[in-house]
């Protein structure tokens, strides 16, 4: 089966992480794999900053309900590998 890994966004503009344009790709991408594959997605952004993420409370929505309905969410609680190998290089 094949599948797609989705790593960390950056931001692109000050007010939300994705154009309007990209944040329709990424939407549309994530609905025309949605039962097909298996997708991962990683994120330091709880949920509930998505839409600010992306751009609208009603495709942020539509998006999670598509990446949720099958999901296993796995919430890591602690301090970042890449934070706490930065602060000792310091």
Not at 14 to 27: D, I, M, S, T, V
Not at 34 to 55: D, L, P, Q, R
Request: glycine fraction near 4%; charge should be negative.
């Amino acid at each position: 089966m094949a599948g797609i890994v989705i790593q960390e966004t950056r931001q692109v503009r000050k007010r939300c992480f994705f154009p309007l344009l990209e944040a329709n790709l990424f939407f549309n991408l994530i609905s025309e794999t949605y039962e097909k594959v298996s997708i991962i997605v990683t994120s330091n952004k709880s949920f509930e900053s998505w839409a600010e993420m992306i751009g609208g409370s009603v495709m942020t929505s539509a998006m999670l309900d598509r990446l949720l309905h099958h999901a296993r969410v796995f919430d890591l609680d602690g301090d970042s590998y890449r934070i706490k190998n930065q602060n000792k290089e310091e």
